[in-house]
């Protein structure tokens, strides 16, 4: 062996500056998709294929399929639609074979026109859909072609983007999907054959899968005679092979934690109820059921001597925030400190009023740690929590950083963990030495792939609210029927009650018929509400200045809240009994129930009024009946997924689910079931990953356990 031969892993481990293609303006942009690693980059698949093999012709372009054709422009202009009356600029393209249409319902027409003159031939690349009689694309990408070109000279002239199928990649901006195909094409070839397949053999051809090199290079670059269709669905063996790798893995971690086997040394707690008896005793309220017994799975957990990463899943409003805070005493009763991370300074301040309220009467210590704090009192923040004079901390991101050090952590806390990243996790867990996490979310998976993946390891489910709260009625109001919802929210102030009114976010410069919400609060304060005090939250304000409205809210001076979804996660106003939400047709379901949740806090009845735009698509329709139909998140998160659909409802963040390099949940369940069994197998041939033979699959799965997947796996 050369001497000097770098080990795979530390290459793959390497910048990405390192890669041919890769210069100094090109890697801030790679990070911001956030790949910084070789092997990060390896594993950013491409989202979907073109088949660019052959240029069909117009007449022989599939209905719902992605195509790529040539033709001349026929016609081009804006017309009117014959049902809702709304512009859109339609271009015409044709060949020898047919011809189809171009739409635009979003656009500038300037540029447009001058893009699109009548006999230019022009390259076309978009979905075909069928209306009636004629067929469409929408919001095509074109690319106008040189005169007289003849198209199949097209497919030879450019090798990297014609002629085969292609990849598309995940984008960002200032790089193009000819850049990105340029940068993978290299990245590929010369790095794919870096990884390692560390799989066991006899499951490798059982299973019958590629080695991960080669299946990285044929779902980068798939060879030309590929069933395409195949390749669409995913269902390809290339792909099939990087997820059964990813969900082993997974699986395995699971198995073992099963088994009782410990990867890593965690802490393990004693239980002496030193600050919990004494706060039950203080509470007004006695806890749920549902909240004793997850209370119980996390002292477990806590207790247990490998580290603890459970998800903690309740409905809002279910009680969360107080199994959190009876988990920390026990941490800090074993003298550890616990760290309470939120990702907005307004559920962060939320937080610390809670905490502050108990803590200090047990005799303990709390700090708040914002970005936006002054200097000196920062300052004097850090020092006392490096000294270990502060028991429980509560923090934006700012807790994240460096200069914030611990004495000894022993609990971290993450709230509403989906708008946190797996590496933002992981950082906090680098704060003290393999602590206990518990990770808490409202917006619940659906219970079917919650078992599916994890089965009843890692996830606690508060599924009770407390006593005598009624669920929050929900109404649908018409547009031009607002004024029925004024009076509801009238007749609700006029009994001493609060109202918030929501809208999708403030954006004046945009042209849209978005009512911004400052507009708004002005002509509410002007000519609806001239009498009644209304204060106005949005994402621009300074952290100061929001706080200073959230308490004046809070303390009842405010009557209205007039806000963008700042409000979204974790505000706790118990006298607030009614939520407009204005444009509710442009919020997601699981957006629309964290927001109503910010009402029906207290004992009084309270009424969440919907209202839409005044057209709006069929999808929101039915997002719309859900809400009006049922409070219960877990069948509101069910019906979010049946409505977006797997891809969408996988493809954007979501609470408890791990960050997958490859797989897709819904449809990948097969392999994860086939995985699952492999790696629960393969605990109990190898005793428990003992046997020599093993060590190879041991070592690799710390090497990730350790990394990513431990941590995705907290849910
Ligand atoms: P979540 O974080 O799950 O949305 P919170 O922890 O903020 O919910 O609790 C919502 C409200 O319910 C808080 O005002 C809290 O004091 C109250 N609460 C929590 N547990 C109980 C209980 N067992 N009985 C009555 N009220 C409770
Ligand atoms: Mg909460």
């Known amino acids: 062996m050369p001497p000097s031969a770098p080990d795979p892993q530390s290459k793959l481990n390497q910048s990405l500056s390192s890669i041919r293609g890769v210069g100094p303006r090109m890697l801030p942009k790679l990070e911001k998709l956030g790949l910084q690693t070789v092997e990060d980059a390896l594993y950013h698949l491409p989202l979907r294929y073109e088949d660019r093999r052959t240029l069909k012709s117009i007449a022989r372009l599939i209905d719902g399929q992605q195509e790529v054709f040539v033709g001349h422009v026929l016609a081009a202009g804006e017309s009117l639609t014959s049902r809702t009356r709304r ?3 339609e271009v015409i393209v044709g060949d020898d074979s047919g011809k189809i249409s171009l739409k635009w319902f979003h656009y500038r027409k300037s540029w447009l026109q001058k893009r699109f003159t009548v006999n230019q031939q022009i390259l076309v690349i978009g979905e075909v859909r069928r209306f009636g009689a004629t067929r469409e694309i929408h919001h095509p990408d074109t690319e106008p072609l040189p005169d007289g070109i003849e198209p199949q000279q097209l497919l030879q002239k450019d090798p990297l983007n014609f002629g085969l199928i292609l990849p598309v990649y995940p984008l960002t901006e200032g790089l193009s999907q000819k850049q990105a195909r340029k940068i993978w094409f290299t990245l590929i070839r010369e790095n794919a054959c870096l990884i390692e397949s560390l799989l066991p053999a006899s499951i490798v051809a059982r299973r019958q899968l590629m080695p991960l090199a080669d299946a990285l290079l044929q779902v980068h670059w798939p060879e030309k005679q ?11 063996l290339a792909r099939k092979s990087l997820v059964f790798d990813e969900f082993f893995y997974l699986e395995l971690g699971l198995a073992l934690k099963r088994a009782g086997v410990q990867l890593e040394q965690g802490i393990s707690f004693k239980v002496e109820h030193r600050y919990t008896l004494p706060l039950n005793k203080m509470l007004p309220f006695k806890l749920t059921d549902a909240q004793r017994r997850v209370l119980g799975e996390i002292k477990h957990d806590m207790m247990a001597e490998q580290p603890m990463h459970r998800l903690l899943q309740g409905d809002v409003g279910s009680g969360k925030t107080l199994v959190a805070l009876m988990a920390a005493l026990i941490a800090i009763e074993n003298d550890t400190q616990v760290a309470v991370v939120a990702p907005t300074e307004i559920l962060v301040e939320q937080h610390f009023q809670t905490f502050d309220h108990w803590l200090p009467q047990l005799g303990l210590t709390v700090v708040l740690l914002q970005g936006s704090m002054p200097a000196a009192a920062k300052r004097a923040a850090l020092a006392a929590i490096a000294a270990g004079e502060v028991d429980l901390v509560v923090g934006t991101h700012a807790v994240l950083q460096t200069g914030v050090e611990f ?21 906090l867990k680098q704060k003290g030495v393999n602590p206990d996490m518990l990770v808490m979310t409202a917006t619940p998976i659906p ?3 919650a078992m599916t993946l994890y089965g009843d390891l890692s996830v606690s489910v508060i599924d009770q609210l407390p006593p005598g709260r009624k669920p929050v009625t929900t109404h649908l109001i018409r547009n031009t029927q607002r004024d029925k919802a004024y009076q509801l929210i009238r007749k609700e102030l006029g009994q001493g009650r609060q109202a918030y009114i929501v809208y999708p976010l403030v954006e004046e410069s945009e042209k849209s018929d978005l009512l911004a919400a400052t507009e708004a609060a002005n002509k509410l304060a002007d000519e609806i509400f001239p009498d009644i005090s209304i204060g106005l939250l949005h994402g621009r304000m300074k952290p100061a200045e929001k706080e200073a409205v959230m308490s004046a809210f809070r303390r009842g001076d405010l009557q209205i809240l007039v806000s963008t979804t700042v409000i979204e996660v974790g505000v706790d106003v118990p006298n607030a009994t009614v939520m407009m939400i204005e444009h509710a047709d442009r919020f997601g379901l699981s957006q629309l129930h964290q927001l109503r949740g910010r009402v029906g806090r207290g004992a009084d009845k309270s009424s969440c009024l919907l209202v839409p735009s005044e057209y709006y698509s069929e999808d929101a329709g039915r997002r719309l009946q859900v809400m009006v139909e049922t409070n219960d998140g877990f069948r509101i998160a069910e019906a979010d997924l049946e409505i977006r659909g ?7 963040r979501q609470a408890g689910l791990p960050d997958f390099r490859v797989a897709n949940l819904l449809k990948d369940l097969q392999v994860l079931e086939l995985a699952r069994q492999e790696a629960f197998a393969y605990v109990e041939q190898t005793d428990r990953l003992s046997s020599l033979e093993s060590q190879p699959v041991k070592e690799e799965l710390i090497r990730r356990w350790g990394g990513r997947l431990e941590l995705a796996t907290i849910g």
């Open 87 to 89: 512009k859109i600029y």
């Open 447 to 449: 219970r079917t792939l």
């Open 226 to 236: 590929s069933d395409f269709s195949v390749l669409g669905q995913g269902r390809d």
């Open 646 to 652: 797997p891809g969408d409802f996988l493809g954007t």
């Open 407 to 427: 004495k000894r952590l022993g609990l971290g806390i993450v709230d509403e963990q989906h708008r946190f990243g797996v590496r933002q996790r992981s950082l």
